[in-house]
């Protein structure tokens, strides 16, 4: 059974229009991630939750934001879309934030294409 | 800045082979790594960890070292499987930095 569920697994979008990607989990950890991987690159990671602890990337651009109303759910909110947007997101959890034993379960992932 | 690299970006190998993947780190500090597995169109999987007071670590088919001297770890794949392709990321715990990936292509 699947433990991170993302939805929806393929996203089209226009240039300019705000989108939501969502994800919730079954495994109730603590910490929920959203990372952005675009082609033949690894994950980067845009931000992370600790419980509502909110915590953002020095370098995660104003255009991307988060809310977790719930342990179960994160959302992924792009307010204007750009062509560089384009990329697969992906959304982890993990029962703690650092340190040892820190592993994480992703989703499969939500391909955003931008039109 | 944190960074976690990888020296090769593809890894070619026969099925039976044994293969060797790579990944330097840069913070002497770091203290945990997770190797994960990437397939075509999925999220990554969970392989293996080792915490830095260790320098190996088994599991089915797999092995991680650790030299903390020369910041290097390596997973190992043993017998090497078609089903083991895929991309290869390590990671280091309290940066949640990924390595830049390693892909691995395993013909039969």
């Known amino acids: 059974d699947a433990m991170v569920i993302q939805n929806p697994r393929y996203q089209v979008t226009q240039f300019g229009k705000p989108v939501t990607l969502s994800c919730s989990q079954t495994?109730?950890?603590?910490?929920m991630y959203w990372y952005q991987q675009k082609s033949s690159q690894a994950p980067k990671l845009l931000f992370h939750?600790?419980?509502?602890?909110?915590?953002n990337e020095a370098d995660t651009p104003d255009n991307f934001q988060s809310r977790r109303p719930n342990t179960s759910f994160c959302f992924l909110d792009i307010r204007s879309p750009g062509l560089g947007d384009a990329a697969m997101y992906l959304c982890?959890?993990?029962?703690?934030?650092?340190?040892?034993?820190?592993?994480?379960?992703f989703g499969a992932g939500t391909r955003l294409s931008v039109l | 800045g944190e960074s976690v690299g990888l020296h090769l970006p593809t890894l070619s190998v026969q099925e039976g082979d044994n293969s060797i993947i790579n990944c330097a780190y840069s913070?002497?500090?770091?203290?945990?790594f997770i190797w994960y597995k990437q397939e075509s169109g999925k999220g990554p999987q969970f392989i293996i960890d080792?915490?830095?007071?260790?320098d190996k670590r088994q599991g089915q088919r797999v092995t991680v070292l650790l030299n903390k001297t020369v910041k290097h770890l390596s997973l190992q794949i043993a017998a090497t499987q078609p089903g083991d392709s895929a991309v290869y990321f390590c990671?280091?715990?309290?940066?949640?930095?990924f390595g830049t990936g390693t892909r691995l292509l395993v013909s039969p």
């Open positions: 982890a959890t993990s029962r703690v934030r650092v340190g040892a034993k820190n592993i994480q379960y």
């Open positions: 495994l109730n950890h603590n910490v």
């Open positions: 939750y600790y419980d509502k602890d909110f915590n």
């Open positions: 913070n002497s500090a770091s203290d945990y």
């Open positions: 080792i915490r830095s007071n260790m």
């Open positions: 990671a280091e715990s309290s940066t949640l930095v």
